[in-house]
């Protein structure tokens, strides 16, 4: 269920206005009786450098000025739109702000420490002990991120939300000693998603006997495929591209397992495909830069993050392992409540948070 669905569904709960504020790059707004919508693209400042932050301030600018013309009672604001660097203007607006945050601030357990991530800390710490009064996260992992920039600030953790109904009826997994061996890859095709480390996960695996199946779009796609042709990989790395739902959910109900690759370059908040796969009965193999493998641990494998020999080695491991590979299973299938809960969702979090609002 999408992020934005949900705070509309808030929004109904709760019999409240709204004025909702996209980054959307085509200037537009909707408006009826229980709120607007509205497009606010940022404008790009291409100065070396200083570009970004000064686009980023701007948009900042332009929200706080948005704000003092509605009058909001509460502002929620999600991650990156705008940077928390900037998030403090809207709380001169009068309103409570409340961050949302769906990323990390760092890839877990890769926190830098250069002088401009401590400078950017700095200010992260002085905005959130003064400026924001409740911060919503995605993971345990955010919310440990957020203490340790801030210190003891109020902390709503939630978790990504599934609708029961689309995953009633669940094959089971392919027959374990069926050959190929079927792993498959979900999301984003981009470097710093471990898209072409499968590759050469691919190359360190006995030939005809694994597949790999990668489902999704994105800027390195055409790279991604002239890799594979250089590699001769042709015949056992396919590629899909971004399917429509049903075409999706087939593939991952014709893999064994499903491979998350995510590299220490990207601050992953959770990764919604690892529960994704585990409400679909296919156990994950993926590294603890994923938030949502500490909590969904019994149906993962761990590799060790950027380790192409480390993962490798135990997609062979479950392979070769008929036992192991049935205990992951029966492991998913016992977290499948757990994610279905809908008491940890964003919705649930919006709820008690606006219920906690001072009169």
Request: glycine share 6%; proline share 6%; aromatic share 10%.
């Amino acid at each position: 269920m999408t992020w934005s669905a949900q705070f509309f569904e808030f929004c109904r709960l709760e019999k409240l206005s709204f004025y909702a504020v996209s980054r959307f790059a085509k200037s537009g707004s909707f408006k009826d009786s229980a709120g607007t919508v509205k497009n606010m693209p940022r404008w790009n400042i291409r100065i070396p450098k200083i570009g970004y932050e000064i686009t980023v301030a701007i948009h900042a600018l332009r929200l706080f000025l948005l704000a003092l013309r509605v009058r909001p009672r509460i502002i929620f604001v999600e991650s990156g739109v705008p940077d928390g660097t900037y998030l403090w203007l809207l709380r001169l607006s009068g309103a409570k702000v409340v961050p949302i945050l769906h990323c990390a601030f760092w890839p877990e357990g890769f926190r830098p420490t250069g002088m401009g991530a401590r400078l950017r800390q700095m200010i992260y710490r002085a905005a959130w002990r003064g400026c924001f009064w409740r911060t919503l996260v995605v993971s345990p992992a955010c919310g440990r991120q957020l203490t340790a920039i801030a210190g003891n600030v109020p902390i709503f953790v939630f978790k990504p939300s599934f609708p029961a109904s689309s995953f009633q009826s669940v094959a089971e997994p392919q027959d374990h000693g069926q050959l190929p061996f079927r792993v498959m890859y979900a999301g984003r095709i981009e470097e710093n998603k471990g898209v072409f480390d499968i590759l050469s996960i691919a190359e360190r695996l006995p030939r005809g006997k694994f597949e790999f199946t990668l489902c999704g779009d994105g800027p390195a796609l055409p790279a991604l495929k002239r890799e594979i042709a250089g590699r001769g990989l042709d015949d056992i790395v396919k590629t899909f591209g971004k399917l429509d739902r049903p075409e999706l959910l087939a593939r991952y109900l014709d893999a064994h397992i499903v491979l998350v690759p995510t590299r220490s370059t990207f601050e992953e908040g959770f990764a919604m495909v690892v529960a994704e796969a585990i409400l679909l009965l296919r156990p994950v193999v993926t590294s603890p830069v994923v938030p949502a493998a500490e909590i969904l641990a019994a149906a993962i494998l761990m590799a060790r993050t950027d380790d192409v020999q480390s993962y490798a080695d135990q997609i062979a491991n479950i392979q070769s392992d008929e036992a192991g590979y049935v205990n992951l299973v029966a492991h998913a299938r016992r977290l499948r409540p757990f994610i279905l809960d809908d008491s940890t969702s964003l919705l649930a979090a919006l709820r008690a948070v606006w219920r906690d609002l001072p009169a």
